[in-house]
C-alpha cells in the first residue's frame, strides 16, 4: 500500500507560482512513476505532468513551459512548481504513484487561481 500526501494548494492571482508537495510512503518510491493530475469542477480528471523513476518527464500542452515537475527519491517527494498561473488552471491537483499496474492516488490539494 502506497499513502500519497500533497500540500501547498491555495489561492493565487493570476501569473503568480504555487509550490505543490507529495509525500510518498513505500520503500520502493525510486522505482515509481509519479505524477500529478487535476479535475476541475464538472470535468474529468486529467494528466498535468508525470515524471520516471530515470527523471523523464512528460507535460500536458497546456502546461508546458509553465510548470516543472520534480522527484527527490531521497526524500520520497515529488514537487510541482507552477508558475504564470492562469484561472483556468483553477483545479483539485492530485498526487499519483503508479507502479505495477497500480495507482495510488492522494486526497488531492484545491488550486484556485483568481483575482
Known amino acids: 500500500q502506497v499513502q500519497l500526501v500533497e500540500s501547498g494548494g491555495g489561492l493565487v492571482q493570476p501569473g503568480g507560482s504555487l509550490r505543490l508537495s507529495c509525500a510518498a510512503s513505500?520503500?520502493?518510491?525510486?522505482?515509481?512513476?509519479m505524477g500529478w493530475y487535476r479535475q476541475a469542477p464538472g470535468k474529468q480528471r486529467e494528466l498535468v505532468a508525470t515524471i520516471t523513476s530515470g527523471g523523464n518527464t512528460n507535460y500536458a500542452e497546456s502546461v508546458k513551459g509553465r510548470f516543472t515537475i520534480s522527484r527527490d527519491n531521497a526524500k520520497s517527494t515529488v514537487n510541482l512548481q507552477m508558475n504564470s498561473l492562469k484561472p483556468e488552471d483553477t483545479a483539485v491537483y492530485y498526487c499519483n504513484a503508479h507502479i505495477l499496474k497500480l495507482d495510488y492516488w492522494g486526497q488531492g490539494t484545491q488550486v484556485t487561481v483568481s483575482s
Open positions: 513505500g520503500a520502493m518510491f525510486r522505482i515509481y512513476v
